[in-house]
């Protein structure tokens, strides 16, 4: 199996290199990431549950999908790619915008991220990957943004991070 290598960029985005994706986080070199955020025609989120295997954060809850550019791969051709890998659909997606973050974990490991979210469109069941996702759910977005107040170690440390900025950019467009 090929190893995975992120994308080391700047804080404007800009690539500066190459680098094992273990290596970035056992590092806590900034790099390229995105976040897919789908959502249904009753204002509900697809979150996945991840996969108990996972080498950090295994059955916490976190948005639609998310992963790392590859190297010369846009954004919205990466969601779709990994859309597709983790929960067995695709959809179009809307870039909607990006931002850093750091957030270091009990393992060890960091992530530290330019990340790009991007928004997708969907109104069936996906067809997960179980090697990637445990679970999945629709939860109303207001009822989500409750729920990370009330609960927030059932989620992802970037998704609680992320979803204040989605909840936000969502209800500016509704």
Sequence with gaps: MKEEKVILVTAKDEPIGLMPKIEAHEKAVLHRAFSVFVINSKNELM???RAF???????????????????QEGNIEAGIRRLKEEMGFETDLEYLFNFIYKAPFDNGLTEHELDHV?????????????????????MNIDRIHIDLLDNPENYTVWFTIIFERFYNHIKEKV
């Design 47 to 49: 979150l996945q549950q």
């Design 118 to 138: 991007m928004l997708g469109r969907y109104e069936n069941e996906p067809s997960i990957n179980p090697e990637e996702v445990a679970s999945w759910k629709w």
């Design 53 to 71: 295997k996972k080498y950090h954060s295994p059955g916490l809850w976190t948005n639609t999908c998310c992963s790392h550019q590859r190297d």
